[in-house]
């Protein structure tokens, strides 16, 4: 009888899933029974945390080679619909096709995608740092800009969200926007934040060396405040304040891909669902959830996975093992990450990395740069096509961390 594990997405986790998955099998020396099928609009993993930056080199890196070499097969396409019952997949092929697929374990590792509240203007005229066409157009807009003369609302932009993207986004403006307008540019670059400070999220320790990082840069906070709409020329405050701006940036929050309402169960707040330890979706079998999707218990001290690939390397790891694991009556591996790290970048002042979720400084400016710039262009991007290679870092346990 033959088998099929099937990964929608391939993203961070949905590619450790598809690896892990393959090496359970190989494990098990079950190659030809199992197949490992991963979907997605196409073979290749968009680095997300580099979205915020200026220049957008090798951020979508090909995984076609490494498929090849894991024995994993790359099914071009969109998964659609979900039948729980039938254990059968709805996919949308690259032409737009309507096709079936067939799973006996499901893993879904769809992602994240920008929340956009019903917030006028802002779906017509608001770019994002959110997915790679996103930012893209950001910087075509940027770039377009420097042909116009300058101007109060050319050289403003403002920065919507003053969380982990939106304070990277900010920080690294002013001096791309340097780089396209000239060094004698007037720039205003500020952030517009809901809650009572910057980075509500990231907790009161690394909060003053954000908050004089940000100064440095030329960047200023706005908190307690809110958007009420947003036009070509500008936005509007909750105060009523206008501020002339052609480019606005929104980076307030993440959801679940709309994938995970298809999969009953509880859902938190961010729409993820609720996984068991070894990341089943609750209640339902033969579906395991991942990465930005899955609401997973990181230790026994209450802490939960974040929307991040920190832990979605991890999260991708433990479904994709156990999903083989269960077919081939394997031990299933429970999920575990107590150890917890955040690195920030903060511009032209350099980053900062923290220890520990009340995220204790240990480094920052140019030495926790060094190690941003280790984490975004080498340790989160695929590894090399070389099956024993990965397979060696493929196992439930492994963890990447400094
Ligand atoms: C600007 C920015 C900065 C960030 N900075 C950091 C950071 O510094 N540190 C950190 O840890 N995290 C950071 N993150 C968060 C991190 O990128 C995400 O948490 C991570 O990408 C989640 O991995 P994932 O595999 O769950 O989802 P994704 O990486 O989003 O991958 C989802 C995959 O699913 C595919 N997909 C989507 N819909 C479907 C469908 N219907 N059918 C099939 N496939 C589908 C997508 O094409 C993609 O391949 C940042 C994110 C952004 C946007």
Redesign the pocket.
């Known amino acids: 009888m033959n088998y099929n594990i099937v990964v929608?997405?391939?993203?961070?986790?949905?590619l450790w899933a598809a690896a892990s998955a393959a090496r359970a099998v190989a494990l098990a020396h079950a190659e030809d029974r199992v197949n490992v099928t991963v979907?997605?609009?196409s073979a290749c993993?968009?680095i997300?945390?580099r979205?915020?930056e200026a220049v957008l080199d090798n951020v979508a890196p090909d995984l076609k080679p490494l498929f090849a070499a894991l024995g994993v097969r790359h099914l071009a396409?969109?998964?659609?619909e979900i039948d729980v019952a039938g254990h059968r997949l709805g996919i949308s092929d690259a032409d737009g096709t309507p096709t079936v697929l067939n799973y006996d374990k499901f893993i879904l590792?769809?992602?994240?995608c920008l929340f956009m509240p019903p917030v006028p203007g802002l779906a017509e005229h608001a770019f994002s740092?959110?997915q790679l066409a996103d930012a893209q157009a950001l910087d075509r807009h940027l770039k377009a800009l420097a042909a116009q003369p300058a101007s109060l609302a050319r050289d403003t932009v403002v920065i919507v969200g003053g969380g982990?993207?939106g304070i990277?986004?900010a920080a690294e403006m002013p001096d791309r926007l340097r780089s396209v307008f000239g060094k004698e540019a007037k720039l205003r670059v500020v952030i517009i934040e809901q809650a009572a400070t910057v980075g509500p999220d990231l907790g009161a320790v690394p909060r003053p060396v954000i908050e004089a990082a940000l100064a440095e840069c030329g960047v200023e906070i706005i908190t307690h405040t809110s958007v009420a709409a947003i036009d070509a020329r500008g936005l509007v405050l909750s105060s009523g304040q206008r501020i002339d701006a052609e480019t606005v940036v929104w980076t307030a929050g993440?959801r679940a891909?709309p994938?995970a309402a298809r999969i009953p169960g509880d859902k938190d707040g961010f729409g993820r669902i609720s996984a068991d330890p070894f990341l089943h979706a609750e209640g339902v079998p033969d579906i395991f959830v991942?990465?930005?999707?899955a609401r997973a218990a990181t230790d026994t001290q209450g802490n939960l996975a974040l929307?991040?690939?920190?832990?979605?390397l991890s999260l991708?790891r433990v479904a994709g093992h156990n999903a083989a694991a269960e077919l081939l009556g394997l031990p299933l591996h429970p999920y575990s990450q107590p150890k917890y790290v955040t690195?920030?970048d903060l511009g032209a002042w350099g980053a900062l990395y923290t220890e520990g979720w009340d995220r204790q400084v240990r480094l920052t400016r140019d030495e926790a740069k060094a190690l941003k710039r280790d984490i975004?262009t080498k340790w989160i991007y695929p590894p090399a096509a070389d099956r024993e290679a990965v397979f060696a870092v493929a196992n439930p346990d492994y963890v990447i961390v400094p």
């Open positions: 929608a997405g391939s993203g961070f986790a949905g979907v997605s609009p993993m968009v997300r945390p979205l915020y396409g969109s998964v659609t590792a769809t992602g994240s740092v959110d982990f993207t990277e986004t993440a891909n994938l991942t990465g930005d999707v929307m991040s690939c920190q832990h979605a991708g690195c920030l975004t």
